[in-house]
């Protein structure tokens, strides 16, 4: 049984695990998405560990780009046909292996890079099949949360949980003791 506590990078799809799966368009034809504020403080939590993180996307997009950047996500593909290699050459970069990364999913098309990775993560919304591949399904669907759900979960997994809410909770403090 995979452990999530062996973990040591994180890689994610875009839509339908940090997005609900939907696309916006308007009357230009322009495509936009919308993010949770949840799971992007759930990536700043994951950075503040310095554990390495990287976003494969099968579609491209401005949008993903601009908030990845928000969020100081460096190691983002887009447009990716080959989720399984993409993974591959994401551990290199991230200085792991695969086995060493939680791959997190919805859809048929993770369901390779699933395969590869050490932890295979889906989402509680996803397809059938990507549910049945992971090692463990969040409770949240995507786009809502759920990549918050599931750092919380490895990182209490290695002991780190309750060292990531005193981190934030004294930025808290301070902050109040400044104001």
Same mark, same amino acid.
């Given at each position: 049984?995979?452990?999530?506590?062996?973990?040591?990078?994180?890689?994610?799809?875009?839509?339908?695990?940090?997005?609900?799966?939907?696309? +916006?368009?308007?009357?230009?034809?322009?495509?936009?998405?919308?993010?949770?504020?949840?799971?992007?403080?759930?990536?700043?939590?994951?950075?503040?560990?310095?554990?390495?993180?990287?976003?494969?996307?099968?579609?491209?997009?401005?949008?993903?780009?601009?908030?990845?950047?928000?969020?100081?996500?460096?190691?983002?593909?887009?447009?990716?046909?080959?989720?399984?290699?993409?993974?591959?050459?994401?551990?290199?970069?991230?200085?792991?292996?695969?086995?060493?990364?939680?791959?997190?999913?919805?859809?048929?098309?993770?369901?390779?890079?699933?395969?590869?990775?050490? +932890?295979?993560i889906a989402v509680?919304?996803?397809?059938?099949?990507?549910r049945a591949a992971?090692?463990?399904?969040?409770?949240?669907?995507?786009?809502?949360?759920?990549?918050?759900?599931?750092?919380?979960?490895?990182?209490?997994?290695?002991?780190?949980?309750?060292?990531?809410?005193?981190?934030?909770?004294?930025?808290?403090?301070?902050?109040?003791?400044?104001?």
């Open positions: 049984m995979p452990d999530p506590s062996t973990v040591r990078a994180l890689i994610l799809d875009c839509d339908g695990v940090m997005t609900d799966g939907s696309l +916006y368009v308007d009357d230009n034809g322009l495509e936009t998405r919308r993010f949770s504020v949840r799971d992007g403080f759930g990536i700043a939590l994951w950075k503040s560990f310095d554990l390495p993180i990287a976003v494969i996307s099968g579609r491209g997009g401005a949008s993903l780009r601009h908030r990845m950047a928000r969020l100081g996500v460096e190691d983002v593909v887009q447009s990716s046909a080959d989720k399984a290699a993409a993974l591959r050459d994401a551990a290199a970069r991230l200085r792991v292996t695969a086995a060493d990364c939680a791959f997190m999913g919805d859809d048929w098309p993770d369901l390779p890079a699933m395969a590869l990775a050490g +932890y295979p509680a919304d996803a397809a059938p099949a990507v992971a090692a463990w399904v969040t409770t949240t669907p995507g786009g809502h949360g759920a990549v918050r759900e599931a750092i919380e979960h490895i990182l209490s997994a290695k002991g780190l949980l309750a060292g990531g809410a005193a981190k934030f909770g004294s930025v808290r403090a301070k902050t109040r003791d400044a104001g």
